[in-house]
């Protein structure tokens, strides 16, 4: 048990669907992290938040929408994706958003048909 | 470009044997460095983080990582691995000025064999 949940943990979608991911993390933490891991790539950073603030975004395409109503809870919203989109959606958090460990959730392992 | 190099994708040895994993990255500045490991079908868990003062830092389940500056390394090591250290293991690299963007390496499957 991390402290980090995420649900749901499998997601089968298609291109037209919009559904969320959901990551609440129970660490007190206030700081909050979207990654994306494909199998033999690095994980890649999407989104940051810091006290509920969007600090960045890493270039991430519009069908990707994050949403984080307090510090307790992070959504990442989809639609229309891509089956390139595939992949497993890791959450993780922190204190403060700087320089120190991230505790992360098992992940959401998304397949778009 | 910024980034974390992992030597090695996949490494197969024997219980007993001694492990070595290569990092390096190639920022310019201060930088806090860390080693994660992902067990199959768990989360990814921390093994051990330097952040400053003595560059060999130990970790959980007899891990120990040194950081060489000259190098822009940062390896891990385990003098004698056990199957339950199969997994993949990651590397990355956090600067000190930095918002909470790790930078990782694309991992190490690590397979221990009885």
């Known amino acids: 048990e991390t402290g980090v949940t995420q649900t749901p943990r499998h997601l089968v979608m298609g291109m037209t669907n919009k559904k969320s991911l959901k990551c609440e993390q129970h660490?007190?933490?206030?700081?909050m992290y979207w990654y994306k891991q494909s199998a033999k790539k690095p994980l890649e950073l999407m989104f940051v938040?810091?006290?509920?603030?969007?600090?960045e975004n890493n270039s991430v395409p519009s069908r990707f929408s994050p949403e984080c109503p307090n510090s307790s809870h992070l959504f990442l919203h989809l639609h229309t994706l891509q089956p390139e989109d595939s992949a497993l959606y890791l959450c993780?958090?922190?204190?403060?958003?700087?320089?120190?460990?991230?505790?992360f959730g098992p992940g959401t392992r998304l397949t778009v048909l | 470009a910024q980034s974390v190099s992992q030597h090695n994708h996949h490494v197969i040895l024997s219980e007993a044997a001694s492990l070595e994993l290569g990092c390096n990255y190639s920022?310019?500045?201060?930088?806090?460095l860390f080693w994660y490991v992902q067990y199959p079908g768990q989360h990814l868990q921390l093994l051990l983080k330097y952040f400053s003062g003595d560059p060999l830092v130990k970790g959980i389940k007899g891990f120990e990582a040194e950081f060489i500056k000259s190098k822009f390394s940062f390896n891990l090591r385990k003098p004698s691995v056990q199957w339950s250290d199969t997994a993949e293991y990651f590397c990355a690299v956090i600067q000190t000025d930095s918002w909470g963007k790790f930078q990782f390496g694309a991992g190490t499957q690590v397979v221990v064999t009885p």
């Open positions: 660490l007190g933490h206030n700081a």
């Open positions: 993780a958090s922190s204190q403060a958003g700087g320089p120190d460990e991230q505790f």
């Open positions: 938040y810091s006290l509920e603030e969007r600090v």
């Open positions: 920022y310019g500045g201060t930088v806090n």
